[in-house]
Structure formats: structure tokens, C-alpha cells
């Protein structure tokens, strides 16, 4: 089993891959291995509604990541998909090349669990996850839920590794995903996940 992480932020190594990593080393404690793709920092295109897609079976623009991530997507079992939160959305860029991906390949995504991931400074990081779950719910992927909100805070490079409790959920996250996954892909009977006592964290001491 593989899950598909991608990290919508042009900060190769900022906040969301600190979110993206701490539920990947869940998956892989579960026995679930993972791959992290970057939407890196070159320009991307929106989708111009040429119809080529339904007729060469990828986007039309192979100078950007829609393609290569059509191709990760159909070599994996799940997709969890994070975010930088810029105005209450997320990345512009990501929505670009996440609308283009689902509409030339949804066959690749349907039926494979879900989950998307916001990371913010301080608000709107809830409106931003409900832009990304919208896109899951049109592709018929189980959605994966955490202990909270999938929702990580920090601002500076790294902070988001000082949020306890947007860690934890992470690692929730990860242990509900490996959870899923095992089910789908086995007979055997239920085994619930152990779960980490709730560690709450509030930013006003």
C-alpha cells in the first residue's frame, strides 16, 4: 500500500511538509509507504477548457506538475494533499493544477481515500480544508478524518513542528489513513487503531 502526499506550497521545506512528514512517518509505521511530490515554485496553468484531456487521456500542459501527478496518483492506494493558507484559501497554484488533475484523470482518484491538510499563521485555515475536501467529494475518495480539524499552525519556517496538537493530528491522521487502507485491502476482522491520549494546545498562555 502507498499513499500519495502532495505539498501545495512553493517552500519545498516549510510548514506543510512538516505536516506532510509527520503523517507520513505514521503511514509507515502502519506499514503503509508514502511518497511526498512538491508543486515546486515554477508558474502553473489553470485549465482553459480546451476538452483535449478527455481526448489524449492527460492535460494538455506537460510543463507543469498535473501530469506527473496523474501518474504518482495511479501508482497509489490514497492522496492526502496539503496546503499553505494564503487569504482563507488554499495556494492558488495548487487549486490550479488539483481542478486539472480531477477533471482529465478522476478515473485515478475514485473510490481511494482522502485527505487534505491546511496550514496557516493563524486563521483561515478551515476555509481553505473545506476548498480541498469539496474536490474529494466529486471523485467518490472516502474522506479520512483526525482528532481535529486536519489543520497545522506556524508562520516562520519550522514553527509548525512546535504546534503539539496540530502534530498529533497529524499522526492521527496518518494512523486513520493506515486504518482504512488495511481494511480495503484485507478481510480480516476489525482491529481499531490505538490512540494517543488528546493533547490540547492553546496559543494564549
Not at 492535460?59 to 506527473?68: I, K, R
Not at 496557516?120 to 474536490?135: D, E, F, N, V, Y
Amino acid at each position: 500500500m502507498k499513499a500519495l502526499l502532495i505539498n501545495g506550497s512553493a517552500r519545498a521545506n516549510g510548514n506543510t511538509r512538516i505536516a506532510l512528514e509527520e503523517v507520513g512517518k505514521t503511514l509507515k509505521e502502519n506499514g503503509v509507504d508514502y511518497e511526498i511530490v512538491g508543486i515546486g515554485a515554477k508558474p502553473v496553468h489553470g485549465c482553459i477548457a480546451c476538452g483535449r484531456c478527455r481526448e489524449i487521456g492527460r492535460c494538455v500542459f506537460d510543463d507543469d506538475p498535473c501530469n506527473l501527478f496523474a501518474e504518482k496518483l495511479a501508482t497509489s492506494d490514497a492522496l492526502i494533499v496539503g496546503t499553505p493558507t494564503y487569504y482563507g484559501q488554499p495556494n492558488g497554484a495548487l487549486l490550479a493544477v488539483m481542478q486539472r488533475l480531477f477533471y482529465s484523470r478522476s478515473d485515478l482518484a475514485m473510490n481511494k481515500p482522502a485527505a487534505g491538510i491546511a496550514v496557516c499563521r493563524r486563521g483561515g485555515a478551515t476555509a481553505a480544508l473545506q476548498s480541498l475536501t469539496m474536490m474529494f467529494q466529486l471523485q467518490h475518495m472516502p474522506m479520512v478524518t483526525s482528532q481535529y480539524w486536519n489543520i497545522v499552525y506556524g508562520r516562520a519556517e519550522g514553527e509548525a513542528a512546535l504546534d503539539t496538537e496540530g502534530m498529533q493530528t497529524m499522526r492521527t491522521l496518518g494512523s486513520n489513513m493506515a486504518f482504512l487502507l488495511k481494511r480495503i485491502h484485507s478481510s480480516s476482522p476489525i482491529q481499531y487503531p490505538e490512540r494517543e491520549p488528546w493533547d490540547p494546545m492553546h496559543f494564549i498562555r
